[in-house]
């Protein structure tokens, strides 16, 4: 929305942990030495406390960027879970197989891993953040998996990300051998009244814009109202472009910043009632509201990833089930189309049987007709010669016999009578046979 206005490329002052936008004050500095050296090292225990909005997850994902290939890493973010969960969870991002409810077997498979890879010289890093949520019995798991180790090398190192809590916790009587464990340990603190103008001028320079575009009394003020959290910070100088972008101002003015300030009291800005007076320090990190409703969002937008794979999981399923009931169909109709091209076929055989028998029926009854009807060869000879003169001589006639008149044709008729015949019920036994089939 602001963005045309004050010529950035992009919005300089987003939450959401980007290494790119890291800044490193001399804190994040030694921090990343720090963790850098206990990984290296291959020391084991490495915990990293701060306050919320700290900067803690953006480091640790600067750290995993340059991580060397010759590792294998593990990030665990959700930790609102049991013991057994938290090894399948281990299991499920070094993408390995899981038993479900089976601690004892998953162990023995991450086991297994963990050698395969020490046989291999890679290490294994296991990272788990906001872990001031784990409970206690997820802690001495948490402190059992340190004991997969060879006889003078460590198996697995462990990360342990969160809040002052976690240190507090941690030192309790009944995890102090895990308290004995922990090789590095820094604490990320608030940035400073420099180091805040430094990370805004920083903020909006890798955004294309004018890293002077805070005046430095907006800046005291910036410092005052975040308590030098990054997060916070974050918060105010965004909603603070947005009100200078609809006033139409080329600079942030502290006017501007004391209006953010009393619009966003109570939603991880300190209270402006006395902006004279030092912010109560870590105030911010106290607001447990703000931390469970950030951590209830994380946990839904981890819901909703899951939900949105099992979507198209499904989605896929049941189109892999539509495509195999079409091949199917498609197979049958054209085993159907082929009985029934047969069944034309022989039908067509049958019918050209049925043609050529009554033709030949045919050509056979019209040369019968044809013999019967020339005259016989001693007929045709007696007709042929001449009679000799005699006188004539009458005899009485005998009586006409009709019998005599059809003696010489019966044959003939017979014939024809059973050749109709016959080809009649050939013709009528085709017609049924077509019909049939």
């Not at 306050?51 to 960027?65: C, Q």
């Not at 891993?113 to 997820?138: C, G, H, P, T, W």
């Not at 409703?293 to 794979?309: F, G």
């Amino acid at each position: 929305m602001y963005k045309d206005f004050y010529g950035l490329t992009a919005k300089p002052f987003s939450i959401v942990p980007n290494p790119d936008c890291l800044y490193m004050t001399s804190k994040h500095q030694l921090a990343l030495t720090y963790l850098q050296y206990g990984i290296s090292e291959n020391l084991g225990f490495i915990l990293l406390t701060g306050e919320i909005g700290t900067g803690k997850t953006t480091l640790i994902r600067h750290i995993l960027r340059q991580i060397d290939m010759n590792m294998e890493v593990a990030v665990i973010f959700n930790t609102q879970i049991s013991g057994n969960q938290l090894i399948e969870m281990i299991l499920s991002e070094f993408e390995l197989p899981h038993e479900a409810n089976d601690k004892s077997k998953n162990l023995d498979i991450l086991n297994d891993f963990l050698i395969e890879k020490y046989a291999q010289n890679r290490k294994v890093v296991i990272v788990i953040d906001e872990a001031q949520n784990l409970s206690m019995e997820v802690l001495e798991e948490v402190r059992m998996l340190s004991n997969l180790q060879s006889e003078s090398n460590m198996l697995l190192q462990i990360m342990l990300v969160g809040q002052p809590e976690l240190k507090a916790k941690i030192k309790r009587p009944e995890l102090a051998q895990l308290t004995q464990r922990i090789a590095v340990n820094y604490h990320l603190g608030p940035l400073s009244r420099e180091e805040v103008g430094n990370y805004i001028a920083f903020r909006l320079d890798k955004a294309g814009g004018n890293p002077n575009l805070f005046t430095p009394q907006a800046v005291d003020l910036i410092h005052e109202f975040s308590g030098g959290i990054p997060r916070a910070i974050n918060l105010l100088c965004d909603a603070a472009l947005v009100y200078g972008f609809a006033d139409e101002l080329t600079s942030i003015e502290p006017a501007i910043i004391e209006q953010v300030a009393a619009d966003k009291q109570g939603i991880g800005i300190n209270s402006v009632a006395t902006p004279g007076e030092p912010a109560p320090p870590n105030s911010l990190a106290k607001d447990q509201d703000a931390s469970a409703l950030l951590q209830r969002i994380a946990t839904l937008e981890r819901t909703v990833e899951k939900l949105s794979l099992q979507v198209q999981w499904q989605m896929q399923e049941l189109e892999n089930r539509a495509t195999s009931f079409q091949d199917k169909l498609i197979t049958t109709l054209k085993e159907q189309l082929k009985l029934e091209r047969e069944k034309a076929d022989a039908s067509q055989i049958q019918y050209t049987r049925i043609k050529e028998t009554y033709l030949a029926l045919k050509r056979t009854i019209q040369a019968s007709r044809k013999q019967d009807t020339q005259p016989t060869p001693v007929i045709q000879a007696s007709l042929d010669k001449p009679s000799p003169v005699s006188l004539p001589h009458h005899d009485p006639a005998p009586p006409d016999d009709p019998e005599d008149d059809n003696r010489p044709h019966k044959p003939a008729v017979w014939k024809l009578s059973m050749s109709c015949a016959s080809l009649f019920v050939i013709i009528l036994a085709g017609i049924v046979l077509y019909r049939t089939c």
